[in-house]
């Protein structure tokens, strides 16, 4: 393992286990990060700040029925959040993502190896889509935590036709706004901005890869990435871009920001793999966020537990080079 001084983008070990939850920090501080009290406040959302709001109520999908997997309590979803934009601390999303930061009107572009390069506003997009279906998909961070989640949205194969990609096309290169007046990370400088996110075409035409434009039937709020982002349930969170503007067709495979942050902990592929390890924390196993108040540990499955469904598409790749 490398050793060097922390960066101030950089994970934290000590955000990864609930041991050190527990111990390294006062039990008021535990329950804010947890949004434990805020729950009152999460639920309140101001509605004129919304993204999206096409295509709700969002139509049942046979194939990912409601009664497998148990949503997280949505006020832990819309509180406990990753959104460097917004702030490094989980709870301060929720609050710097809804300080006038506008996600509706809001502007998509497939650009890139197409032959039908275009700006979609998101709402115009849903209804050229057909609609938003449910997804109730596993959420599963690097920092070891995880959630469920029940998405609205679309399959982001339908957006990958859409723009028609040409035969050199073979990679995804999305990309998060860029707003420094907005947003207090990129005025902090707390990681590179935009924030960017890669696929293999192949990964990106897959069933589970979605787009999502809203959660627990509702538009997403804006700590969640409003008004459109990227759900891939088998990789871990940080592939699942928020607020996406842009979505380039490429020949060559792009650097993701935490790759490039960090070369040696975040790799291209980033697939849930309990079998290898981050550099500084174990991956066997995860917290549930809002499993009970002694936060209950379970072990992590591979490819999140999807591995039935992605794993022809990572035959004769080495996982642990390719992590
Ligand atoms: N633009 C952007 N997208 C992002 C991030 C971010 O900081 N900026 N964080 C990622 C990480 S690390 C995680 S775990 C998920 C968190 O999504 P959630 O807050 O909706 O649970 O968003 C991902 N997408
Ligand atoms: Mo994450």
Wanted: charged residues 20%.
């Amino acid at each position: 393992m490398l050793i060097r001084s922390p960066k101030s983008w950089e994970i934290s070990a000590s955000t990864v286990t609930p041991e050190a939850l527990y111990h390294a920090r006062p039990r008021r501080e535990f329950l804010r990060t947890l949004g434990v009290g805020l729950a009152g406040a999460a639920l309140a959302r101001p509605g004129a700040l919304f993204g999206a709001t096409a295509g709700f109520p969002s139509k049942e999908n046979p194939l990912y029925p409601a009664a497998k997997l148990k949503p997280t309590a949505e006020e832990y979803v819309t509180v406990y959040n990753n959104f460097y934009e917004f702030g490094t601390g989980k709870d301060e999303p929720k609050v710097n993502a809804n300080k006038g930061w506008k996600t509706d009107p809001w502007t998509i572009e497939l650009a890139g190896l197409v032959n039908q390069p275009a700006k979609f506003d998101v709402n115009d997009l849903v209804k050229k889509i057909g609609g938003l279906e449910e997804r109730i998909y596993r959420f599963r961070c690097v920092e070891a935590w995880s959630m469920v989640i029940p998405w609205d949205g679309f399959p982001l194969a339908k957006l990958v036709a859409l723009a028609d990609p040409k035969p050199e096309a073979k990679y995804l290169k999305l990309t998060s706004f860029n707003d420094p007046k907005s947003a207090i990370g990129q005025r902090q400088g707390n990681l590179e901005y935009p924030y960017v996110e890669g696929l293999r075409l192949d990964e990106a035409t897959h069933e589970l890869a979605f787009m999502a434009t809203g959660l627990f039937g509702k538009p997403l709020p804006n700590q969640n990435g409003a008004p459109i982002r990227l759900v891939t349930p088998w990789k871990y969170g940080f592939k699942n871009i928020k607020s996406v503007v842009k979505i380039e067709f490429t020949a060559t495979q792009p650097k993701n920001t935490w790759q490039a942050m960090a070369a040696n902990e975040y790799g291209f592929y980033a697939n849930v793999n309990p079998k290898v390890d981050h550099p500084r924390w174990s991956q066997a196993s995860e917290q549930i966020i809002g499993g009970g108040f002694f936060a209950s540990r379970q072990a992590t499955l591979m490819f999140n537990g999807y591995e039935k469904e992605v794993a022809s598409l990572y035959k004769g790749l080495d996982l642990a080079k390719n992590f």
